[in-house]
């Protein structure tokens, strides 16, 4: 166009913002029949409607609420407050540390996390998927009491012990335990388990770990897992996590004999059989097999339409699971009646569902106020368009002349005046249905099972008597856990069952064959080949057991913090820095504050902090005889103490010489501190200048033979100037970087915060955290590239083991913490070092070469759960009103047509055990600036190899964010569709890559190579 402004946009960028966000000039009307359609359109919540039923026949797909992509996994640990004495690791049976497991996800260390889960509960993944957290551990969280809620900590489970599982590693016992071979004769005790559920699993492996060797595992059916596998439905629980959590025992080799039942009939188990071949200890483990039926069901079966939970589930499992090849699922169809309001019944009518039923009715005696089933389970049913009818208890089947159930007759119940449940027979209610289903619980009424168990007493309810703190029965021999023993209802509590048997089955074969036993209970932790990994390094002749330790700062702020901080684990303490006598200081306060460089984040999970505390307030003296008590008793662990003085030689050679001689292994000077001591002629007004650095490290070098570290402030120019001087000055190396000079914000009266006394003033302080992570890794890279081999101790933002890995990548040795220890505790050491020990440990595997650290390739997700609409049908819809019902429409159509052989071949997935050669694994010195030489100048890069960005439609929420960010902020090359919101880009990308920078959901957008060579609009001719 002849007349177009170059400062305006093009016509056909005119149209391309068409939807781009403007200020309204006015209040915006449109009728509300308009809005209706709009709503209708856009909506993704389920619609209120009338009808009945989901059609989701043979469609096993996750249907849990809680499952979670990385994305959603990482937002939810973040958001945790990691409590102290957490209510919620009370509330578990297993009693998992989860604050520590949650921190771990928040820190992508999903190793550490199963690590953690599997030490306390070695079926952590299974009851990551079926466990009822809303009445155990998320029923204590203490966001219970906050506007968000409770933490989805079902779905944080399940999420890391799946990446684990994912990541094909075995299990091992703990290298720190002596040998089995080494083991006195009591431990290849012949000890048998009796059912491969829950109970039995846990039983075996910690007994396992513990370093028994001969433990064998009876199961009567052809598959393992017990009612794992049996009755929790494929779409709440693979079959895959069942067999996974068996290798995982089978690694510490554990045996199992199928095809073996407890019985008195011939061939089969008895207590007695079991004792004569050998056995000094039996677990029986064995659920509760039969189940509670009504006499108005007497005579019917599956031919008539009936059956009972117990017979049911497991014809839905066997196929679904592909546990038989001969088991096909149940055809129903027509109304289908569920009795009960346990977990157990809601499975059955979501799998009645799955099985060709039209429409479930749930049945139950009580109210909704008394539904045993835990929520979770029930939203299920209900999202799924099941039915329930409660006040309703069974008085009469109905059958036709052929035998076939057509309804059911039921007495409506009600509370009397005692607060009892009674049933008005006058008022009846009758339901038509095809099929009956009975969930009425469970028990052990198989005569020839009680004559096995024989001479063990049985209790009134027909169950072994178990004592329930030690598991233990009537025979000193014989424990048992999980239903059969009468105190578990979940698979939580029988993995419990299990996990307490084992330590009492410990005591009792130990003291039998006249050995000891720890009166304090201490069952081995879970390890992998990943935990022997060695992450010691050596600098300047100083060994650290890891890289890990604490800056001098706060969390340093007495010995017996730091006390505490090595039984934790940590690899050395630096001191909080310390003076002669007349260079003492006082604090103020306020002092330590949050950073705003979050947003509105309150609680841990800091970005920032800013403080204005001076060095520390106790004398030298102190800090030197402490050093001295600290090195006697912990030999093996780093201490370095940090000092400081004015410009004046006599002051650091005495000092440096104290220190020495209290038995430091090292000193580091600090040169740097940015608030305060500076206006005395200390810290930063030493380190700005590398004239005084030079003399002042040549004055410790003249005084101490000991290694020491120059602390350099980032707040200079070039901070390569000072590590020079530092190196001239003959320092044997630097830290970098002190905190930052800031004001981290002024409130709205105009005042600072920390604002001290009734003046309310304020000072520059020291910013610190993650916030600072990109200064200081820019000072790491720039002095190891341009001073190689000169060692860098660094710290700023270090708050897990991926940063840590970057600074020793970037030419750090080993990595001082501050921040996040005030984020959390001294526990955070153990999520960095499993952490750095899985990095080190993928990174020499090749199959892991596509891994984003701990991280698999993003599956395509939407909410979680993995996608296949797009690959079914070969194109791609958005997930909201009508497409969305497309999208179901297609995925019944699939699941409906798709045969049984299918399904059992997409199961049938061979354990890959993922095992590195211990050679291959690198060390830290091998790693340490391995990342140095791929950082230069800008010249450097290269203008030809250009990429553009790539939008997965099928992962994409449309929510536009990459649209805006393109056209506000960048070239507007990305088109958003009005009708589906579907983001398109075009071919005028640059490659800027801001796009990926804003987009909410992990890899919906790549950058990929650009295709055709890459012409930059000049803006005009």
């Known amino acids: 166009m002849p007349n177009q402004k170059l400062s305006a946009d093009p016509t056909d960028i005119e149209n391309l913002l068409g939807l781009n966000p403007v200020i309204k000039p006015h209040a915006t009307l449109k009728p509300t029949i308009d809005t209706k359609k709009d709503r209708k359109y856009w909506k993704r919540n389920a619609e209120h409607n009338c009808s009945s039923g989901c059609n989701l026949e043979n469609n096993f797909e996750d249907i849990k609420h809680t499952t979670l992509s990385e994305r959603g996994a990482l937002r939810e640990a973040n958001r945790c407050l990691k409590c102290a004495d957490a209510p919620c690791q009370k509330s578990c049976p297993t009693q998992l540390d989860v604050k520590s497991f949650i921190s771990s996800i928040g820190n992508r260390n999903y190793y550490g996390s199963a690590k953690m889960i599997f030490s306390d509960n070695p079926l952590g993944l299974t009851c990551g998927m079926v466990c009822p957290t809303s009445d155990l551990c998320v029923g ?174 497991p014809l839905v499992s066997k196929s679904s699971k592909s546990l038989c090849c001969k088991s096909k699922l149940p055809q129903l169809n027509g109304n289908v009646i569920v009795l009960g309001a346990g977990d157990t019944a809601f499975d059955c009518a979501t799998s009645a569902l799955r099985c060709g ?145 084992s330590w009492f089955i410990h005591k009792y074969i130990q003291e039998t064959s006249g050995q000891s036993v720890s009166k304090e209970i201490k069952l081995p932790k879970f390890f992998t080949p990943i935990d022997l990994v060695d992450i010691s390094v050596e600098l300047c002749g100083i060994k650290f057991p890891n890289p890990f330790g604490l800056a001098s700062a706060p969390p340093t702020t007495s010995a017996a913090m730091m006390r505490r901080a090595f039984e934790a684990g940590w690899g050395f303490c630096v001191t909080k820095t310390f003076g002669l006598d007349h260079d003492i200081v006082t604090n103020v306060s306020p002092r330590i504050v949050r950073g705003t460089t979050s947003g509105p984040v309150y609680g841990p999970g800091q970005g920032s902090f800013l403080n204005i505390e001076l060095i520390s307030e106790k004398y030298a003296r102190y800090w030197c005889k402490c050093i001295k008590e600290l090195k006697d008793d912990f030999p093996d662990r780093v201490i370095i103490a940090s000092i400081m003085c004015s410009f004046n030689k006599e002051d650091w050679q005495l000092l440096a010489k104290m220190a020495e001689e209290a038995g430091s292994d090292a000193l580091e000077l600090n040169l740097s501190c940015p608030h305060g001591m500076g206006e005395r002629g200390m810290g930063l007004a030493c380190g700005q200048d590398p004239e005084l650095v030079r003399n002042i490290c040549l004055w410790v070098r003249e005084a101490v033979k000991i290694p020491f570290f120059a602390k350099l402030t980032p707040n200079v120019t070039n901070i390569l100037d000072i590590a020079k001087a530092a190196k001239e000055g003959k320092a044997d190396g630097v830290t970098a970087t002190n905190t930052v000079s800031g004001l981290m914000g002024l409130r709205a009266d105009g005042s600072a915060w920390p604002s001290v006394g009734a003046q309310q003033l304020t000072t520059y302080g020291g910013v610190s955290g993650n916030a600072i992570r990109p200064i200081a890794l820019r000072a790491v890279t720039h002095i190891a590239k341009n001073l190689p081999g000169f060692p860098i101790l660094a710290t700023g933002g270090i708050d897990s083991a991926e940063a840590g890995l970057q600074y020793l990548m970037g030419g750090a040795s080993v990595l001082q913490v501050c921040s996040a220890v005030q984020n959390q505790d001294f526990t955070v050491v153990d999520d960095y070092i499993t952490g750095l020990k899985a990095l080190l440990y993928l990174k020499s595997l090749d199959v892991f070469k596509n891994w984003n650290g701990q991280s698999e390739p993003t599956p395509k997700h939407q909410k979680g759960k993995v996608l296949q609409v797009g690959d079914i049908i070969g194109m791609h819809l958005p997930s909201f009103g009508e497409f969305s019902k497309r999208q179901q429409e297609i995925k019944q159509n699939f699941y409906k047509n798709l045969k049984e052989e299918q399904r059992k071949e997409n199961q049938l997935l061979e354990r890959v055990v993922n095992l590195a050669e211990t050679s291959k694994i690198p060390k830290i010195k091998d790693i340490i600036g391995v990342a140095v030489e791929k950082i230069g100048t800008y010249k450097n890069l290269s203008q030809k190899e250009q990429v553009v960005a790539l939008i997965d439609e099928e992962m994409c929420i449309n929510c536009g964010k990459c649209y805006m960010a393109c056209n506000d902020s960048g070239y507007q090359a990305i088109e958003f569709d009005a009708k589906t919101h579907l983001p398109k880009v075009t071919d005028a990308c640059t490659g800027c890559t801001l796009c990926l920078s804003v987009c909410p959901i992990i890899d919906c957008i790549k950058m990929v190579e650009r295709q055709i060579p890459y012409v930059p609009y000049r803006g005009c001719s």
């Open 357 to 501: 039923a039209k429409r479930v009715y749930v049945v139950f005696r009580k109210g909704f106020n008394n539904i045993r089933a835990v929520p979770e389970e029930v939203e299920v049913a209900k999202e799924e368009k099941c039915e329930f009818m409660p006040f309703c208890s069974p008085s009469k089947v109905l059958v036709n002349k052929n035998g076939f159930i057509t309804g059911m007759e039921f007495f409506r119940t009600e509370l009397n005046e005692n607060n009892e449940w009674i049933e008005d027979k006058e008022q009846i209610v009758r339901l038509k249905c095809n099929y009956v289903i009975s969930a009425f619980g469970s028990g052990l009424s198989d005569c020839t099972v009680r004559e096995a168990l024989s001479p063990i007493k049985i209790n009134k309810w027909g169950l072994p008597e178990v004592d329930p703190v030690t598991m233990k029965t009537s025979e000193e021999w014989v424990f048992a856990g999980g239903d059969v023993a009468g105190q578990a209802q979940t698979t939580v509590e029988s993995v419990n069952d299990g996990k307490t048997a």
């Open 140 to 313: 204590g969280c203490n966001l219970y009491a906050s506007e968000e809620g409770p933490i989805n900590i079902g779905g944080l489970q399940q999420f890391s012990t799946e990446m684990f599982m994912k990541m094909g590693i075995p299990q091992i016992r703990d290298p720190n335990l002596a040998p089995i071979d080494q083991l006195s004769q009591s431990y290849k005790s012949k000890i048998a388990f009796i059912g491969c559920g829950p109970a039995s699993i846990s039983c075996a492996t910690f007994l396992a770990r513990l370093g028994y060797s001969d433990l064998t595992i009876f199961e009567k059916e052809d598959f393992l897992g017990g009612l794992s596998s049996s009755e929790i439905p494929q779409f709440r629980l693979p079959f895959n996590v069942v067999k996974f959590e068996i290798d995982l025992m089978k690694d510490l080799g554990v045996k199992i004999e199928t095809g073996k039942k407890l019985s008195s009939e011939p061939g089969s188990l008895t207590l007695s059989l079991l004792k004569e071949q050998g056995y000094k200890c039996v677990f029986i483990g064995i659920g509760l097999p039969d189940p509670n039926n009504e006499p108005i069901f007497n005579g019917l079966s599956a031919e008539n339409g009936f059956y009972t939970s117990k017979s049911f589930l």
